[in-house]
Every structure is written in C-alpha cells, then in structure tokens.
C-alpha cells in the first residue's frame, strides 16, 4: 500500500465540506483505495467482477439441495445475462468474467480422499492468478459451485477450530436432515484430513474446491499488482482464509462486501477481522454481494473526487465548542 | 399499498434463478417497491431527492460547533454542485430539490418558547407536502439545519419517553461539554413544554423545526401520491415520529435508509420498527444516507426486473434435502 496517497486522501477529506468523519466508511473506503490505487484520488474506471466455478465430489453425499450439475446451468446462465450477477455487474459498470474450472471434472469427495492433488490445487491457483488483469482499479470476486459452502465450513473449521456445527449453515437452503448430514460430513473430512490441519494451503487442497484455489491465487495476484479487493460471502473469505493464516497481513487490499445470511460468515469475518460493508441478508454468492458494495465504493470515490473544499465553497468551519 | 402488485412481485422472486430467499433484503425491497409503486416489476425512472433546510433559535445556546450561518452557506453549496449530495445523487440518477424554509427568520429558542407558532408550523409542513411531485418512483428525503440534532433529540425525548441523555448526540461533532449542554438544553425545552408532550403535533411544532415538519408534509403527500420513501438519519427519523405516534401504519410506505452515527439513531429506529439499509457510521445529513440507500434500492429492482427465471434458463429447481 502507498501511505503517501492514503495521507493525502485523509486530508483531502478533512477539507470537504462536512464535518470530519461524517460520511463514515464511505471516508475511510476512499482513503483505502487511495492506498491501495496509490493516488490521493482514487478512480474506478475499470471495475472488475470474477467468479470462479467449480464441481465438488462431495455432493455425492446429498451435502446440497440442488443437483451437481447446477452449477454448469448457472455458467451458461451467466453466459446469456439472466443471473443476478449479470444485473448487478451491469449496474456497477464492472466487467463481469466467468471461468469455470474443469467442471466436468469435479474434486474427490474429501470425506475419503484429499479434493485436490497438488497438480490439480495448484492449476486451480494459478488459473485464479492468470484470470486477474494486470491493472485494473477494483476486483470484485465471486464463486459458484454447487456443494461449495460444505467445502467452506470444512476449511473454517480446519484453520480456526470449532465443531462443524459451528461453521455449517443451510447453503442454498437445504432443511433440518440436511443440515445434520453436513455437520456429519464435515466432521468426517476434518478427522480424515487431521494430519494436515496445521498447514494452511494443504487445508485449501484438501477440503477446498478449484474455485476456491482460484479465488486464493486471485487474491495473491491482486496484492501482486497493487489491486484492492471486494470479496463476497462465506465461500470467498473462506477461500481466501488461508492466506492470512500464513501472513496476518495478506489481506489489508481486500474489504469484506458484506456479511451474508450464511450461519458461519458473521464468525468468520470476525475471527479474520474483516468488518462488512453491507448487511443485507445475502446468501446468493456469484459475487452479488461484492458487485453490491461496488456501488458504495463508487458512492465514496464520487464524494471524494467530486465534493467542493469549505475553501472553495465560502463555507465556514467548525467555531463553536 | 397494493398487496396484488406485492404478492406478484414475492412469486417473480420466487421464479428467478436463484435460491429462494438468496438476495435478502434486495428481494424484501423490490416487493415493498411494487407494493407502493403497484406494478409487480417496479421502476425507477424517476427518483427524487428533497433536501429541506432550516435554521433553529436554539443554537443560541451553544448547542453546534457551527455557526448558524453555515446553513445558507451550505444550501448555497448544494445550488453549485459542492456538497456530498450532489454527488451521491448524481451517481444515484436521481433529481436533487433543495428547499430552504425561511433560512432568514430561525425558529424560536424552544429553551423558553414554542419553536414555531401555528401559522409557522403549518407553512412549513405545507411546503414539504406541496415540494413532493405528484408522480415519482421513488423519493429521498433529507435535511440541513445548524442545530436540528437539537430539536430530534427533544422530539424523540417527548414522544418516546428517557432522559435526554439517551437521545442527545455530537451532532456535526461537538465535544465532552457543549454534549453535556446540549442535554442540559433538551431538558430545559422538555421541562418547558411539558404540558403538550402526549401531542405528537404540538410536540414537532414546539420542539422541531421548519425542515422537519416539512419532512413531516413531505411523507404525508407521499403516502396519498402512493410514493416509496426513503427516510435518511437521525434529523429525518425524528421528524416522521409524530405520524407513528398519531397512526401506526403511517410510515409503512418508507424504509430507514441507514442508521447514522448519531448516538440515539439506533435506538430511534428500533422503537419506530424502522430497520436501516446501511450502517455505514454515516451522520451527515442532507439526504446522504438516502442517496447512497437508492443505489441499493437499483440494485434490487435490476434483479427483479433483469433476472431469467429458472424456465427461461433451464437450470434445475431444487431437487434434494
């Protein structure tokens, strides 16, 4: 991060007319992209949206209401412009990319076996890493891919501990039996894979998923090129949950959209320190809630950028007690 | 209300590519929308911002760290494109009115009299009512006002009971003592129109000011124009108090934007049943956190309105647990 542009960004604020720190996160959302952008005043020209997709062979023990094959339907969804993701991208003037990780190759079933092998977990990786543009002034990530929330309370578990019933929820909805039979099922994969729990990207290639590799190698290439970030719900930071286990300070470029209505997000983003920008009961994932929050960061930077100075305006400062 | 108009939009909801329920808020949003707009698919071609500005006898008693002059100088700001209104309702598309309200003749210091006599309070929620178009889509309220935290605070003190501790906060910003005043200030004007406080109109007309009873008439005529509204912070809240106390379904055609940093906004908004879009730490005022709550009231229509349904999509409904 550039701490001159961030310094130059807080004065500017405090030269605006309002009173200082009126407008909240909106003034501290413009002086992280001031940092991260590395000028006094941040621009979003070119908005980036990504998702990743990706199959995961542990559906075949009915961790999720809706069929595997789901997840191709919503690639193609995405494809013609029907998916919420299609709207919301289109109304934050983002640049929606969709790729889809092998999916008619699924990953193990990781009550038996590790998701990945280490070829397959680092292509997912690097297939992230290769999707992000060298330059562009925000990445919003997202994922689908039916099954993945089982995968995202499997790492949340392994890296912070705590039973499964306290990071399974209900996915896109699966009822009271289901749910057991996730917390089961992630019990499961956390005693078979206990030999690893302490390594953090042998965590995310044993009971992650390609797209959440992606999303990790995503992350890594937009610290790289001085990208800031927007990650989305439970399955995003969970992907990405790895990297601040080995740096604490891997993810000061990216901001938590929102928290979701996912059981586990909320003691997620908490344990990550990551402070959401919107609360709005979200549980879709495909970036929706990130390309929700875009439009706040446009609403900061057009404050920032736009906003007359109390010098400028003939307007007088703060006199009184 | 048109519950035709809702319950079509709630079955759409449920059509569309997308877990049932996975947008949240977004979806609860597009069908209070048709609820008010009475279509199934809202629209909204035409938003309004009102911004209306008034001055208070009562900063008289040290109660902001503002000059009193900084109303006009701010209204003067809003008319040449300066202040964080402008440029949330540009970005929002939406058409910014601002109305100051006899900026050159405060109201009464409500410390020893009436803040507005009954012709003055009348005018005033007259000109809210007659500044809202008979025909929009959807219409954003706020306010200006050296000094009007003052007054919401004493209103929601009168009407809803508590110390004024519990209702008094910095304002734009003051310190440990000018708080400690102004509470002492709320008390004095609670103290001083104590026999009027089980009368929700004689409590705006004694205890509000002129932006907040035309906040009041605004919310009026759109209830009988059938026109959403957002309702913006603390000032804004306090001001649409009165219809909740006269009618408890008086305010069922506005959301609470956001809830503001303002201390007693939180527990304003809980006592009137109001729960806020955005908690962004925003306390500026002037409509802002209205402003930026329309961007999400367009993220919400874009999906209702954009989105395939799961037959046009051919993606498989829920099939499992």
């Excluded at 297939?127 to 309370?153: K, S």
């Amino acid at each position: 991060g550039n701490e001159t542009s961030a310094a130059a960004a807080a004065a500017r604020q405090d030269q605006l007319t309002k009173p200082t720190g009126s407008l909240g996160q909106l003034e501290a959302l413009a002086v992280w992209l001031a940092r991260w952008q590395g000028q006094a005043v941040p621009r979003l020209d070119d908005v980036s949206v990504i998702v990743f997709a990706g199959n995961h062979g542990v559906t075949a023990q009915g961790v999720s209401p809706y069929p595997a094959a789901v997840t191709a339907q919503m690639v193609a969804n995405y494809a013609r412009g029907g998916a919420a993701i299609n709207q919301l991208a289109t109304l934050a003037q983002a640049k929606l990319t969709v790729v889809p990780l092998d999916l008619d190759r699924p990953t193990a079933d990781f009550t038996g076996a590790p998701a990945m092998d280490v070829a397959q977990f680092l292509d997912a990786v690097n297939a992230g890493y290769d999707a992000v543009p060298a330059r562009c002034a925000l990445l919003a990530l997202g994922e689908m891919g039916i099954g993945n929330t089982t995968a995202a309370a499997a790492i949340a578990a392994a890296l912070l501990g705590g039973d499964a019933a306290s990071w399974v929820g209900r996915g896109a909805g699966i009822g009271d039996d289901g749910l057991r039979l996730k917390q089961e099922v992630v019990d499961m994969a956390l005693a078979r894979h206990r030999a690893v729990l302490g390594d953090p990207l042998a965590v995310a290639m044993s009971l992650g998923g390609r797209e959440l590799a992606a999303i990790l190698g995503a992350t890594v290439a937009a610290r790289r090129h001085g990208i800031p970030v927007l990650l989305d719900g439970f399955v995003c930071t969970a992907a990405v949950l790895p990297l601040l286990k080995l740096n604490a300070d891997a993810l000061s470029h990216c901001q938590a959209a929102h928290v979701s209505a996912e059981a586990g997000h909320r003691a997620l983003l908490a344990a990550m320190k990551l402070n959401p920008l919107l609360d709005l009961g979200m549980r879709l994932g495909e970036a929706s809630g990130a390309a929700a929050a875009i439009l706040l960061l446009r609403a900061a930077v057009a404050c920032h950028a736009g906003m007359a100075t109390f010098a400028e305006a003939g307007v007088a400062e703060r006199s009184g007690p």
